[in-house]
């Protein structure tokens, strides 16, 4: 994952605190060193960086400071919030409406995964019970058509298109009124992404715009662009009325840093992420639990509505309560683990599990696997009470597994992350009157 390089960078920068017994500005000063080295490095845009120092200094201030505050737990919460207000233009989306149509055109670069990405939205959409139209208003690129075509065919998509028209707005115009004249309620525009000059590729986005008068205007990014990101998205911002941006190939080696933070900067929130070639490989994005996940922390509420989409048996109310009561066990997390495993590669989800930030299926699924083989090696009142655990027990369930003490340790450590991440989720649903619903 692109991102996770910087997600351990951000996290050992934080984690260093607990080696300080007196925590002062020359600790918060070394650790935003490292912070800012870490973002630079990811190709975070340089001004955002030093806006996020400053703020940083500015909301932990050592002078002001009420006694007995932890202070640790102040500079945690500074760092999330301006990492997410970095990555939040506090402007919402564009939410389709049903039963009408809502005319989304999606623009960006050719190569950045625009027709790739409308076809993962078409599904996403169609999945959620929508009628979806796909038009391609790309004419320049041969094969534009083709590629279209074969995708939505593949994922039982009608699409729109046309191997003789050579205007673009004419194919998009008409492509448009066809599906709204059938009834269908999200009917997305692909546009080329290429031109002979740059303002020829403007030109014909306006005019394109012009023709289907788009409720949204998706820009589809690569994260792969660097520095480079800033300008690219404002180039488009200004031309046409982005609404919203897609990043994609968040599943390869780029640094990611610098799409994910010029989104923001040119006030169109990004909706969903790209993380690999297959149509099911595209996430929501949700700052909040985006920068948990970045900074080790997991994302426990997306896990669970996944596994809910997937139709995976949560034990529902049982596990609920016996999480709510406290009494989440090491029997309840291999259950999970089981669920989660049945799903297969589908289970991009399993990054979604504290401890599991920057593994591939293969990677998280071996480790899965590692601590099913080591949990039959406990006994039943192990598994149902983790505080029996002892120094003696874990030597015994080691040699039981064929593995060291440090990976059941390791285990023991995961389960306890899980446990809190949980059971502070329980905590803030309850206060929000939600009951088993986990968002
Ligand atoms: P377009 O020119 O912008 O329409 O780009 P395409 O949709 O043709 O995508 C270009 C290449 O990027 C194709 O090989 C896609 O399979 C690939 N691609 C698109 N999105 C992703 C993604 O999220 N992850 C990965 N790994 N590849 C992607």
């Known amino acids: 994952m692109v991102l996770a390089d910087l997600g351990s960078k ?74 997410c207000s970095m990555l939040d233009p506090g402007v919402k989306p564009y939410e389709p409406k049903k039963k009408r149509p809502n005319v989304i055109m999606f623009v960006g670069l050719q190569g950045a995964g625009k027709t790739t990405t409308c076809t993962k939205y078409a599904h996403l959409y169609k999945r959620k019970g929508w009628k979806v139209g796909l038009v391609c208003a790309d004419t320049f690129r041969a094969g534009a058509f083709d590629q279209l075509k074969q995708n939505a065919t593949k994922a039982k998509i009608p699409f729109y298109g046309s191997y003789t028209e050579t205007d673009p707005s004419v194919i998009a115009g008409d492509g448009v009124a066809k599906f709204k004249d059938e009834g269908y309620e999200i009917i997305i525009v692909d546009t080329s992404g290429r031109h002979r000059q740059e303002g020829a590729l403007f030109e014909e986005m306006e005019q394109i715009a012009a023709a289907t008068e788009p409720d949204d205007v998706v820009f589809v990014m690569d994260s792969s662009i660097g520095q480079a990101a800033h300008d690219q998205a404002r180039a488009f911002k200004e031309k046409v009325k982005v609404g919203s941006c897609i990043i994609t190939k968040l599943d390869g080696h780029a640094k990611g840093g610098g799409a994910l933070s010029a989104v923001a900067a040119t006030q169109a929130p990004i909706i969903h992420i790209g993380t690999g070639e297959h149509i099911d490989d595209f996430e929501d994005f949700e700052v909040k639990a985006f920068v948990s996940r970045l900074l080790g922390k997991g994302n426990i509420a997306g896990l669970m509505e996944r596994m809910k989409e997937a139709d995976v048996d949560l034990e529902g109310a049982e596990m609920m309560k016996r999480l709510a009561s406290g009494q989440w066990t090491l029997r309840d997390m291999r259950e999970q683990f089981q669920a989660v495993m049945k799903m297969g590669p589908l289970s991009n989800i399993m990054n979604s599990f ?52 440090s990976e059941v340790i390791e285990l023991l450590e995961q389960f306890k992350m899980m446990q809190s991440t949980m059971q502070k989720t329980m905590k803030k649903n309850k206060k929000l009157g939600k009951q088993t619903d986990m968002r």
């Open 354 to 405: 504290p401890g599991m930030q920057g593994l591939d299926f293969r990677e998280s699924s071996q480790r899965i696997k590692r601590w099913m083989t080591i949990m039959d090696s406990m006994t039943d009142a192990e598994l149902d009470d983790p505080k029996l655990m002892s120094a003696e027990r874990v030597l015994r369930i080691a040699r039981g597994s064929g593995y060291y003490p």
């Open 10 to 83: 951000l996290s050992v920068a934080l984690r260093k605190m607990a080696n300080h017994t007196v925590i002062d500005q020359e600790v918060l000063d070394a650790m935003l060193a490292d912070i800012c080295k870490a973002l630079l490095q990811a190709d975070v845009n340089v001004a955002q960086v030093k806006q996020l120092r400053t703020n940083v200094r500015t909301a932990v201030n050592f002078d002001n400071l009420a006694s007995g505050i932890n202070k640790r737990k102040l500079i945690e919460s500074a760092i999330m919030t301006e990492l």
